[in-house]
């Protein structure tokens, strides 16, 4: 990682209120490559070497962020992000040594939140860790969709038993609390402001995941899939060639 020139002028971007991530990482020199620029940009980071450990990590709590290497001892990084997901929605940014398809997809699938390719370029994790936690702590505008249940602005939004309240950024399905991540919530609260109308990976990407043409677009077609198995396999339909749309009734 070329960590020197990616952090010139590191003391204007560093972050107001440190946060605290947790990397789980097999390879001391990665570790603690990764660990060491992060710090740079102000983060106070954690550390594991194995999955074990970083599950152990984080159940004692206090992050804002976890990076998981897919390779790991003990308890690989897809098998790890499967463990956290039952207990947390906490975003997770997977590390792939290769980029190859199937790690991506089962980091996804998995629940993971978005990933980079090792050797990691430090601006690039940065960007990526900014947007998560923006998603993170994302509070919706005010709303000009639909809803049958009640005047615009003024109840959830509902699409026939799914009902989004994007005040309280809560979902229920059939009455039932549905648990998201920052991610899936945002990316439903991208449908759900434009009922019927096609949205391309593209523009998701750009609204959602906070970048554009450098991102990946399997990112948005495995969390399209997640955010099916939550709200239904029929509420997204899929427009071949254009993208998704949320069907209204």
Known sequence: MNDDDQVSGVAESRVPDPLNMLLVEDDDAIRRSVQLALERYGYRVTVAADGLGGLEAFRDGGHDLLILDVMLPELDGIGLCCRIREQSQVPVLMMSARGDA????????????????????????????????????????????????????DGPLVFGDLSVD??????????????????????????????????????LLRDVWDYGWEGDTRVVDLCVLRLRKKVGSGRIETVRGFGYKLVRG
């Open 166 to 203: 994007t005040r309280g950024m809560e979902v229920r399905r059939a009455g039932e609390l549905i648990p998201m991540t920052p991610t899936e919530l945002r990316l439903l609260l991208e449908f759900a402001a434009s009922p019927g109308v096609v949205l391309d990976r593209r523009k």
């Open 102 to 153: 199937l790690d991506v997809v089962a980091g996804l699938e998995a629940g993971a939140d978005d990933y980079v390719v090792k050797p990691v370029d430090t601006a690039v994790m940065v960007a990526r860790i900014r947007a998560l936690l923006r998603r993170a702590t994302f509070q919706p505008p005010a709303t000009t969709a639909p809803a049958r249940s009640a005047a615009p602005g």
